[in-house]
């Protein structure tokens, strides 16, 4: 086994205790999420047209939970540094894990369990549950 291998982690992995606490940051994420808006479209195709099938049914819509998402916002915007930086990092920006572990002072290793450890934090400060 090289030292690669050994470094690997699973960034997909919820514990499955904290399943019900990953459904509401991931609504968090998408209450959080910057989208560019229909004028950031590139001219060449801000007129295009689209095929039949979104004409009948425009969008897929998820339902977000607004209030909720304030209520996680605020409550990870508490948290120590490192833990809110890589919350942050996990449902928002999910980009460069190997950078943000350098940038927190921690083994890729150490990201996951901060993601852990605050997720659970988050959890336990969150006064409103599903």
Same mark, same amino acid.
């Given at each position: 086994?090289?030292?690669? @291998?050994? @470094?690997? +982690?699973? #960034?997909?992995?919820? =514990? !499955? $205790? !904290?399943?019900?606490? $990953?459904?509401?940051?991931?609504?968090?994420?998408?209450?959080?999420?910057?989208?560019?808006?229909?004028? !950031?479209?590139?001219?060449?195709?801000?007129?295009?047209? &689209?095929?039949?099938?979104?004409? %009948?049914?425009? $969008? %897929?819509?998820?339902?977000?939970? &607004?209030?909720?998402?304030?209520? %996680?916002?605020?409550? +990870?915007? !508490?948290?120590?540094?490192?833990?809110?930086?890589?919350?942050?990092? #996990?449902?928002?920006? *999910?980009?460069? =894990? /190997?950078?943000?572990?350098?940038?927190?002072?921690?083994?890729?290793?150490?990201?996951?369990?901060?993601?852990? @450890?605050?997720? /659970?934090? +988050?959890?336990? *400060?969150?006064?409103?549950?599903?």
């Amino acid at each position: 086994m090289s030292a690669r @291998d050994m @470094d690997y +982690v699973d #960034f997909c992995y919820v =514990p !499955q $205790h !904290q399943e019900a606490m $990953h459904a509401r940051l991931g609504n968090w994420a998408r209450w959080v999420r910057v989208r560019p808006h229909g004028c !950031q479209t590139h001219p060449m195709w801000r007129h295009s047209v &689209t095929p039949r099938g979104w004409d %009948i049914d425009p $969008h %897929i819509s998820t339902a977000l939970d &607004t209030l909720d998402a304030l209520l %996680i916002e605020r409550t +990870v915007s !508490q948290l120590p540094e490192k833990h809110r930086d890589a919350l942050r990092w #996990f449902y928002v920006l *999910r980009a460069d =894990p /190997a950078g943000t572990a350098r940038r927190l002072e921690v083994s890729r290793a150490g990201l996951m369990e901060l993601v852990c @450890d605050g997720r /659970a934090m +988050v959890a336990n *400060r969150a006064t409103v549950t599903k």
